[in-house]
């Protein structure tokens, strides 16, 4: 499992069992940035070795992080840019075909999904995790998640979220966002973000 996503999962456990505190601010928000993709676990990988069909394939990246391919046989992918798995498998095909020229696609970044999901827990409808994408808010959440039960205590929900500083928990009023049109906490999601909707306590 992703080392930040264990992380953080550790921490929204202990914090169920030890008061958390929660910050009534903005959340920590800066330009989402991707680094220059590389291939993970269960990715699908298009290969290409030009003017050799045969060697052509298209591949899963399996759980010890490897392909297998015809000639090469099994290869580390997992770590490795596609240029830089190109470049090594065009290394060992060198022993069999001349100047090989070997390409590699990303036909499913399947890792990456799941990594960087956001996901929304507690007192909703329809648990759920979903892949992030641009401009996706707290409202588009807990309306994907099939809106609140009627236990919910939606005005001290917790967004946690990875910050220069560590994992945070900051405070949504998902009550004022849904029943009152008051945007103020409706944030911007970033990946791995995980909005939490506690139960009311009677």
Wanted: proline share 6%; glycine share 6%; charged share 20%.
């Amino acid at each position: 499992m992703n080392k930040y996503l264990l992380a953080l999962l550790c921490t929204v456990m202990i914090s169920g069992c030890a008061k958390t505190v929660v910050l009534h601010e903005e959340p920590y928000s800066d330009k989402v940035k991707f680094s220059e993709y590389k291939i993970g676990n269960n990715d699908q990988l298009l290969i290409s070795v030009w003017k050799n069909q045969d060697l052509s394939v298209t591949v899963p990246v399996r759980p010890d992080g490897k392909i297998s391919m015809p000639l090469v046989g099994d290869a580390q992918a997992q770590g490795l840019t596609p240029e830089v798995l190109a470049s090594e498998l065009a290394d060992k095909l060198s022993k069999f075909i001349r100047a090989p020229n070997v390409t590699v696609i990303v036909l499913g970044a399947n890792s990456a999904s799941y990594s960087s999901r956001v996901r929304i827990t507690g007192a909703v409808n329809g648990p759920l995790s979903i892949p992030y994408y641009t401009d996706l808010n707290v409202l588009d959440l807990v309306l994907e998640a099939g809106g609140l039960t009627e236990f919910a205590n939606a005005d001290e929900a917790i967004l946690y979220r990875n910050t220069p500083d560590g994992i945070k928990p900051y405070h949504v009023n998902v009550d004022d966002i849904l029943n009152r049109g008051i945007l103020d906490t409706n944030y911007l999601l970033r990946p791995s973000d995980i909005l939490i909707i506690p139960e009311s306590v009677f």
